[in-house]
């Protein structure tokens, strides 16, 4: 494969050249054969059907019409040279507009005479136009040789300014795949080929860009998509396997004692089913002399913090030493102070430490660690800086993971001379396919219940209008001894305005719920760590009634007691934030109720929100909207969204394939790890070839 022609630059295909390459290069990132060949249509038009003029007024979409041209001037000097035609039918007339003066173009243009313009219809001040129209003379002929489905690519305006337009990216296609025609090589064995009915991949590859038939398409779709995820797949389970033969961990050969005391004395509730099997999972885990690398799973108030815990018991039940890491201070802790009393009774010296912990403190923390002294450290990523070592770290669990950047978790590892096993507790359910294709290898755990006796939370979308509602509403519940959160966002571009805002509400509150009969407590990212503190403490001691605040309470905050949620303009939330906010109340035995406050005016997409969250508490429901919403780059954060280059395979509506393919590829390479059946060979070769470069990516379609 080394001449491989799909290597090529694309300068040298027919009809580029050294300046439409430069052009194509930076706006769309293609640079040779291959790149232009993966290149996929966003989607087809229907070249056989043409509107009349008069008709296109309902329409904004691209038309395709015959006419002819009358008048064709350039008017505006300098930037603003312009070329403009009246172009009519026997219905009406529209303007076809080229922003860009051109001799060339006055001079081909024949005035009179019969062309199809196509393109997109733009309005005005009440006229039509197209500008940068595909002109083509009207030919008896070729039209019907037309066919319905038209590739269009993605394309970009400055593109179209300089003349590539989608006809131009069409005929360089056409050249393409003349000249690659016979040098597309097969990626599938033969019998994957015939089980699942694909097609090969030199036709999918030519119907993608010139499709005959829908049904066609479709079984090029398919088939690509197919490839695509085969290989994600083969690649992600590979590195599953040989990451478990290769890492070697350390065995925890007993539950140990702490565990077993814990368990049988102090656990004032029963484990739910869910918690238990995934304790299970971990148990085997920890004891199988691999490193644990495991991503436990679920909704807001699942009970994930015990199931850390109790893994921590196991840890230092076999002598070594555990880390709990969390995002936020106040969730440190919070976990502190839940742990404190039961560390003491079990003989467990635990230890907190944040960015806000005083020089001296850590200084003794430090040495207490490398001596051993501290069985158990929770903190937030202060835990990772340099500097603070470990005496035998036997375990690392992470809470409420998207918070930490994978480069971060990797620093977890280096602490001693073999890695510490690593749970990773997410704060917010990731989708089944885009946890596949992203975690793919780590393994999973789910929790899928909920404790006994947890109360649905209603949720209620409403504007400003309903304030007074909600205000006895609110009172009727504190009357009743509950408690109340009032979140506001602080977004860190506007952020004194959000600022504002925030004061404002909460003086707004205070005017609403004056002292002495209602207390409330502020709590946000400006204040000290102290006061911060000391607003939360007395917020968790029900001393005050209300917590007004930002996002600091997003994740992990457990108080059972408080029942109401109000998000304050609601509509600048995302999906899964909301859901982790709301996840907040709904953690005791009461009715629970989130308010979601709103403006009047709101996108679609914040209705669509709105209405999500209206209709279900379900995290993994919640999680699916919002992959569709957002798509998976921005769920999963910039530094794995790299690991996301699927082309034509949409996570979402492709789930269950993804889900087919993924235990295809288990079942292959169970059967043969390496790859070395003859029938796989061609699997084999395929990898190599894609893990050779350095952006595999861009040879996996
Ligand atoms: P999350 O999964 O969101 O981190 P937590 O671990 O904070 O949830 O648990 C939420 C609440 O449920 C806590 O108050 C915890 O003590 C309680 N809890 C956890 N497991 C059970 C259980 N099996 N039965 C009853 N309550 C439980
Ligand atoms: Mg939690």
Redesign the pocket.
Known sequence: MKNDILNTSIEFLKGVGPNRAKLIKSELKILTFRDLLFQFPFKYIDKTSYHKISEIRSLKTEVQIIGSISDLKEIGIGNKKRIVAKFFDSTGTIELIWFKSSKWLIDSIKLNTKYIAFGKINIFKGKYSIAHPELELYDDLKLQQRTKLNAVYPSTELLNKRGINNKVICSLIEELLISVNNKIEENLPEYIIKKFKLLKRRESLIIIHKPRSITELKKAIYRLKFEEIFYLQIRLIKRNISRKEKIKGYTFNVIGDKFEDFFKNHLT????SA?KSVLKEIRKDLGSGAQMNRLLQ??????????AFMSALIAIGNGFQACIMTPTEILSYQHYN?FNEICKLLNINMKVLTGSSKTKYKKELKLSLIEGDIDLLIGTHAIIYDGIVFKNLGIAII??QHKFGVAQRSKLWHKNNLPPHILI?TATPIPRTLAMSVYGDLDMSI?NEL???RKHINTIHQTNKDRLKLIDFVKLQISKGRQIYVVYPLIKESEKLDFKDLIDGYESFSRDFPMPDYQISIVHGKMKNEDKDYEMKRFIENKTQILVSTTVIEV?V?I?NATVMIIESAERFGLSQLHQLR?RVG??SHNSYCFLITGDKRTKESKIRMKTMVSTNDGFIIAEKDLELRGPGNIIGTQQSGEMPLRITNLVADSQLIHKIRLLVMKILEKDPDLINVNNKIINNYLKLIINKKNIWEYIS
């Open positions: 509730f029963k484990l739910t918690q679920g909704d807001v108030g699942s009970g994930k913090t015990i199931v839940k809470d409420e507790m929790i404790p006994p006796g992990g457990d059972p996840g953690r005791g």
